[in-house]
C-alpha cells in the first residue's frame, strides 16, 4: 500500500515501516502507556465540531476529521484524547477508502456508506490500520477507540469466527502498543475475558438495556475504565447499576453529537 510522504517519517521513536511489519512493538515498551481508570469521566463526540469545553477527563472523538490543533487544544485543557477508528468496516467516505479492495468488503453494517470487512485477510487490513493508528499518533492523540470489532457476531457476509476476531483483535492492540497507544476493546462482550489482557479500557454502548453490564466488570477489577454510554435509558434507569459497577457512564443522542447525560458522582 503507498503511504502518505508525511507518515514514512519516525513516529514515536520508530519508523512507520517497522510498525507495519509487526517489529515496532518490541522498539517501544509498552511500560508508559496510558491505562485509564475505573470511574474517569469522558465525553465522547463524532459528530459535528467538537465542543472542547466539556468538564470530563477525556474526550473520544474521530480520528480523521479532528486535526492536532484539536487534540493539542484538548491536551491544553488537561484532558487526554482518545481517536476513533472504524476497525471492522470500510466507510467510502475516508480518504483512504480505496485500499479497500472489493473482496474484503461484506455486507451493510447499518451506517451510510459502511460495509463490514473481512478481517481474516490481516494481509490486507493489517498495513490499512497500521497507517490510521499512525496517523493517531502523529497528531497526538492518547489512545484509539477501535470500532466495530465484533464483527463475528453479526451478519457481515463472511464466515468469520470468534477465533478469527480474537486475533484480528490483538492485531490491532499489538499495532496500537507498538505506537505506544492505548486501545479499548469496543462492544465484544463475549471475549472480554480473552481480550482483558490486551486491551487497555473499554466502551460499550447499552449494556443496561440489553442486561448485560455484569460482563463488563472485569475490566473495573482490573483497574481498567469502561466507558459507557445509553441511548434508550434514562439515567435513573442505569445509572445506579452502572456506577455502583465502577463504570463511567452517560446518556448521549445517537448521533452522538456534543450534549450529554453523565450519571451524578
Known amino acids: 500500500m503507498a503511504l502518505p510522504a508525511r507518515l514514512t517519517r519516525f513516529v514515536a521513536g520508530c519508523a512507520l515501516l517497522t510498525v507495519l511489519s509487526g517489529a515496532c512493538a ?3 515498551p509498552a511500560t508508559g502507556r496510558w491505562v485509564p481508570a475505573p470511574g474517569t469521566t469522558w465525553q465522547w463526540q463524532l459528530g459535528g465540531k467538537v465542543d472542547t469545553g466539556v468538564d470530563a477527563e477525556v474526550y473520544d472523538i474521530d480520528g480523521v476529521d479532528n486535526d492536532a490543533e484539536v487534540v493539542a487544544t484538548l491536551h491544553a485543557a488537561g484532558r487526554r484524547v482518545v481517536c476513533y477508528v472504524n476497525t471492522g468496516a470500510a466507510e467510502d467516505f475516508r480518504p ?5 479492495p472489493p473482496a474484503v468488503k461484506g455486507k451493510p453494517d447499518g451506517w451510510p456508506g459502511e460495509q463490514w470487512l473481512d478481517i481474516r485477510r490481516q ?3 493489517r498495513p490499512i490500520m ?12 492518547d ?6 470489532d465484533d464483527g463475528y457476531a453479526a451478519d457481515t457476509g463472511f464466515p468469520l469466527t470468534a477465533a478469527d476476531q480474537l486475533s484480528y483483535n490483538r492485531l ?5 502498543h507498538g505506537l505506544g497507544l492505548s486501545i479499548g476493546l469496543k462492544n465484544d462482550l463475549g471475549q472480554v475475558e480473552d481480550l482483558l489482557p490486551d486491551f487497555d479500557f473499554a466502551v460499550d454502548e447499552q449494556c443496561a438495556e440489553f442486561t448485560e453490564c455484569e460482563r463488563l466488570a472485569a475490566f473495573v477489577k482490573a483497574g481498567k475504565a469502561v466507558f459507557h454510554v445509553e441511548y434508550n435509558l434514562e439515567l ?6 452502572t456506577t455502583a459497577l465502577g463504570f463511567s457512564s452517560m446518556r448521549k443522542n445517537r448521533s452522538l453529537d456534543a450534549p450529554r447525560w453523565p450519571c451524578p458522582a
Open 236 to 241: 435513573t434507569q442505569f445509572c445506579a447499576e
Open 96 to 100: 483512504d477508502a480505496a485500499a479497500f
Open 172 to 176: 490491532l492492540a499489538g499495532l496500537a
Open 143 to 148: 489512545g484509539i477507540e477501535a470500532d466495530n
Open 130 to 141: 497500521a497507517a490510521r493508528f499512525a496517523q493517531c499518533r502523529e497528531k497526538g492523540f
Open 123 to 125: 494481509d490486507i487490513l
Open 26 to 28: 518490541a522498539a517501544r
